[in-house]
């Protein structure tokens, strides 16, 4: 409940501000973007759990995580100041998780793990530039998962919503209105993620 309630507050600064003046860096206040990640928190736990698994049933059950999709994002972020921005951003991954036999390497069944995630993040720039621009970020937020049994005789699905977060070390964005930009670090949008964004 904690991160709902931080991520209406972080929205509702954007709304409350979203016709505040500019205060340095740029008139450029807006800016859409969207982006292609590697390596979400999603996908690393599911790799995780495919060294464990054998270790849990005692060598009889072995697991594959394949076809990851994503992290696919795309969101709006908005200037406060000459170092400081709001966003706020959706994005969708995917993956299959394969159970098999250690004997044969039959499939036992699989599972389609489907992610929906909405997070808001704040982002400080400490290199500003009109073409050039380095920054750091936390985002907070909520997903929702959705597990589908595709081998089922009677395939069914369960959901559950649970906290999201993306933590980055580092980005840096390329050019004045429309623009590149490429981030790492850690979370649901991945540990790389990169694309094209337009300021106005």
């Given at each position: 409940?904690?991160?709902?309630?931080?991520?209406?507050?972080?929205?509702?600064?954007?709304?409350?501000?979203?016709?505040?003046?500019?205060?340095?860096?740029?008139?450029?206040?807006?800016?859409?973007?969207?982006?292609?990640?590697?390596?979400?928190?999603?996908?690393?736990?599911?790799?995780?759990?495919?060294?464990?698994?054998?270790?849990?049933?005692?060598?009889?059950?072995?697991?594959?995580?394949m076809s990851p999709v994503g992290p696919v994002s795309l969101g709006y972020r908005r200037s406060f100041s000459k170092n400081f921005t709001l966003a706020i951003a959706g994005n969708y991954v995917a993956f299959n998780k394969q159970f098999k036999k250690s004997?044969?390497?039959?499939?036992?069944?699989?599972?389609?793990?489907?992610?929906?995630?909405?997070?808001?993040?704040?982002?400080?720039?400490?290199?500003?530039?009109?073409?050039?621009?380095?920054?750091?970020?936390?985002?907070?937020?909520?997903?929702?998962?959705?597990?589908?049994?595709?081998?089922?005789?009677?395939?069914?699905?369960?959901?559950?919503?649970?906290?999201?977060?993306?933590?980055?070390?580092?980005?840096?964005?390329?050019?004045?209105?429309?623009?590149?930009?490429?981030?790492?670090?850690?979370?649901?949008?991945?540990?790389?993620?990169?694309?094209?964004?337009?300021?106005?």
């Open positions: 409940m904690k991160i709902y309630s931080l991520t209406v507050l972080l929205l509702s600064i954007i709304i409350l501000n979203s016709n505040s003046q500019d205060l340095g860096r740029s008139k450029l206040q807006n800016e859409i973007y969207g982006g292609y990640g590697f390596g979400s928190a999603q996908e690393i736990s599911s790799v995780y759990s495919d060294v464990i698994t054998p270790i849990i049933t005692i060598g009889t059950l072995y697991t594959e995580t004997s044969d390497n039959s499939v036992v069944g699989t599972v389609k793990n489907t992610f929906y995630s909405f997070i808001a993040r704040g982002d400080y720039y400490y290199v500003t530039g009109e073409y050039f621009q380095m920054y750091s970020g936390v985002g907070v937020g909520f997903t929702y998962a959705h597990d589908n049994y595709l081998d089922s005789s009677n395939a069914s699905g369960q959901g559950k919503m649970y906290s999201a977060f993306q933590v980055n070390a580092v980005g840096i964005r390329v050019g004045k209105n429309f623009g590149v930009f490429a981030e790492l670090g850690y979370g649901f949008e991945g540990i790389i993620n990169a694309g094209i964004s337009l300021k106005f």
